[in-house]
């Protein structure tokens, strides 16, 4: 009678499914697989770049894929890999998002070409137009799905995998090469010498590229690997407003991806990229979010007190 239960555990382990059991490397590998394959078919085969439907179903599809995965046979990994957590400042995390997305467009939009329009060419018109306004409940809902996709994939699965095989610093880069790799894909699809020149499609690459070793660096080192929210926002913003906020005469390339036909303009833009960039991976290395969190609170309780006082 003993005898009964004996194979019942090796049972139990046989039938774990494959996508419990294997490596984070290779299952980050499929998943990435999944995503190009399903961009290429929309882009390429089907065309639903041209269509009203856009590139929705590249966006979505792969991200539910992803996070069903993961939610089905690797729950305990649902905040560890994918960064899919509130965490503890979750405010704070919110509010750096836009910060962030809102300085890079300064950065790389708004002020090049006051500097270019100030110093270069006073007949360079500057000013605000909003582009396909009828569009903007679409594209902010098309956006907030990307950057969820994007950065759970890169910054989440990809990222983590290779942290474990080669480190800290090289899951950070081979991360963000594959981040602008993924972007080639414009340049590929609107061909050179049409809406690209051979080195606007390389400087968007570029810039991609390095834009997710700087995002890398925030997910790993400030905010320790505990949540994507505030990438997820900036990501989001920055999309959203580089598509439909534009910024003096310059024809861009619609979406994130910043392609300018002025090289005047690109060079001080490139400038402008490298000292924000160098300054935020200084400060995202030296620092955390617990540290922001509390120079915050610090500074909101010192207002409080003196205002009050003052009143009283």
């Known amino acids: 009678?003993?005898?009964?239960?004996?194979?019942?555990?090796?049972?139990?382990?046989?039938?774990?499914?494959?996508?419990?059991?294997?490596?984070?490397?290779?299952?980050?590998?499929?998943?990435?697989?999944?995503?190009?394959?399903?961009?290429?078919?929309?882009?390429?085969?089907?065309?639903?770049?041209?269509?009203?439907?856009?590139?929705?179903?590249?966006?979505?599809?792969?991200?539910?894929?992803?996070?069903?995965?993961?939610?089905?046979?690797?729950?305990?990994?649902?905040?560890?890999?994918?960064?899919?957590?509130?965490?503890?400042?979750?405010?704070?995390q919110m509010i750096l998002g836009v910060v962030l997305s809102g300085t890079w467009y300064l950065l790389l939009d708004v002020i090049p070409q006051v500097v270019y329009a100030t110093f270069f060419d006073s007949a360079y018109q500057l000013g605000f137009q909003i582009a396909d306004a009828d569009l903007l409940f679409y594209s902010l809902i098309f956006?907030?799905?990307?950057?969820?996709?994007?950065?759970?994939?890169?910054?989440?699965?990809?990222?983590?995998?290779?942290?474990m095989k080669i480190g800290v610093v090289g899951g950070i880069v081979l991360s963000g090469v594959l981040f602008g790799v993924w972007h080639a894909i414009w340049p590929i699809i609107n061909g050179i010498?049409?809406?690209?020149?051979?080195?606007?499609?390389?400087?968007?690459?570029?810039?991609?590229?390095?834009?997710?070793?700087?995002?890398?660096?925030?997910?790993?080192?400030?905010?320790?690997?505990?949540?994507?929210?505030?990438?997820?926002?900036?990501?989001?913003?920055?999309d959203f407003v580089n598509e439909h906020l534009k910024f003096g005469p310059e024809l861009l390339v619609p979406g994130p991806d910043y392609v300018y036909t002025n090289p005047s303009i690109l060079g001080i833009t490139i400038l402008f990229f490298l000292i924000g960039y160098f300054a935020m991976i200084l400060f995202f290395w030296k620092f955390k979010v617990e540290d922001v969190n509390e120079k915050w609170s610090g500074f909101v309780s010192h207002l409080k007190m003196r205002f009050g006082g003052d009143s009283i």
């Open 193 to 238: 010498d049409s809406l690209f020149s051979v080195g606007q499609a390389v400087s968007m690459v570029v810039f991609s590229a390095v834009f997710g070793t700087l995002y890398g660096v925030y997910y790993e080192k400030f905010s320790s690997g505990r949540t994507l929210v505030a990438l997820i926002v900036s990501h989001t913003f920055m």
């Open 1 to 92: 009678m003993t005898v009964v239960g004996i194979s019942q555990q090796p049972e139990a382990e046989e039938q774990q499914h494959l996508l419990s059991r294997i490596g984070l490397l290779p299952l980050a590998g499929l998943l990435f697989a999944v995503a190009v394959v399903w961009r290429f078919v929309d882009v390429v085969v089907l065309h639903l770049g041209d269509s009203w439907l856009n590139i929705m179903p590249s966006k979505l599809f792969p991200l539910l894929i992803i996070v069903g995965a993961f939610w089905k046979y690797r729950r305990t990994e649902v905040v560890s890999v994918l960064g899919l957590s509130k965490g503890k400042f979750f405010k704070t």
């Open 143 to 163: 956006f907030i799905t990307n950057g969820f996709l994007e950065e759970i994939l890169f910054r989440g699965v990809l990222q983590n995998s290779f942290r």
